[in-house]
């Protein structure tokens, strides 16, 4: 099975390159990146890298090349309410995937799985007390990959990752460096990241009987159930 991941650069999404990576199931990861990965993961054989230098624009060939793959995860996202990085380039890849997707004869739904948070809103009109733009960019982008679902069933199936603080990876945010207070936050409101990673590469490996919104308490309880059970094989 082929798995495709934009963000894998990043701290979450460097976690779910190496579950899909690790993954039985999983013979191909391709990554979307903006520049060149560094690091052990890179020297995978199941890795392609693929540098764009537009993630708005994604190339018809490329889409078609990698329209075989079970899915996507998606794990790029800012903090400071970045529209292309949270909404518009999200976007731009469902509705140019999906275009290819039209266009080809039958095939399972597409799964694609899309990195929230706990505190993203949707509802455009509600007033925030903190956070705001971020919240609500997030919000509808999440709004918008789960009506195109919606709308679009016979090729398409979203999903919603919506963790509170994650820890237990190198960093909690760029701004804010791991430290035992950190991992505690995270342990009480939030979820481990490998359980995080573990749960996200399920949606896309499989997700069946999953809610399309997943909430931080499930992620963290599925998230450790499936680390349980690859520890028994
Ligand atoms: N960390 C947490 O506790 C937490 C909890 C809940 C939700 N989240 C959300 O999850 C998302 C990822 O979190 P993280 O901690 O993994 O963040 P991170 O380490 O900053 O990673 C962000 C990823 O997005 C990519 N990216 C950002 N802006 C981009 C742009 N304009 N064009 C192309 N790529 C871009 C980065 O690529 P480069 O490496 O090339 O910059 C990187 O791969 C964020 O949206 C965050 O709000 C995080």
Redesign the pocket.
Known sequence: MKLLI?????????EVLKHCLAHSEVSKVVAF???ELPGEATRDQKLEVIVLDD?AAWPQHILREHADAAGMIW?????NA?R???LD?PLAFVESMGRVLQSMTARPPFRYVQ????WARSDQGQRLWWGED?RKL?GLADAKVLEYATNQPDIWKSFVV??????G?P????DVPRSWGTDMI?SLL?VRIDELAAFMTFLAVDGRGEDVVAENGHIASRGRELLKQQGEH
């Open positions: 934009v963000g894998a650069s990043g701290m979450i999404g460097a990146v903006r520049r993630f794990n790029m996202g800012s903090y970045d292309s990085a949270d380039y990195l929230s948070g706990k971020a997030k919506k963790p509170g603080p994650v820890g990876g960093r909690l945010t760029p995270a939030g």
